[in-house]
């Protein structure tokens, strides 16, 4: 012989007599988690059905039994038998339906939940684009452009190039009066001393 009585806010109350022994469940659901918690009392067999009373301090249970009348309070989730009649003159007297069988009357257990798919794989993203080299720009008498950055402003010029393009050799001169082969930082020619004149790279 089992009781049930829905307590709102998803929860739900279980009574049930087991031979000597009274045994009270209260199911919490929430969404995806349902909790219970079960306790047992020695009251004997019941002589009648239960009675499910709501107060300003919880739940009362009280069993008309074998050994007596019995009370139970309920407070949140903790359940304990009192030791003297509680007053009921303001209690609300709350419904309850009987159940063939306890386990049957409880809300189905929840599924297991199924394993995650696992996650495609992403795409790899595409290589960046090399940038495009900056076009000349002109602007009245200034003209840069770049790769290597050249810069022309009236009769001023600025060349910056690679290492390797600033390290390149001058191009060769020679001596005007015999022709020998001079270096650009010479002065005099070696062979024949003559005074070489400083051209402009």
Known sequence: MAYVSDLGTGQQIYLENQ???TIITLVSATAGQQQSQ???FETGSWHGPPTLLRTAVGLIIRIEAAKGQFFVQVQGSSMGLLTTAPALASADVLSLRQVADQDAARPAQMEPMKPMEPMQ???PMKPMEPMQPMKPMRMGDMEMSANPMDMRMG????RMGSPEQQQKPSARRFCPQCGTG???EDRFCASCGHRLVLTEG
């Open 19 to 21: 031979g000597p022994q």
């Open 38 to 40: 079960r306790n047992g």
């Open 121 to 123: 794989p992403m795409e």
């Open 155 to 158: 009769n001023m010029h600025l």
């Open 182 to 184: 001079v270096s650009p």
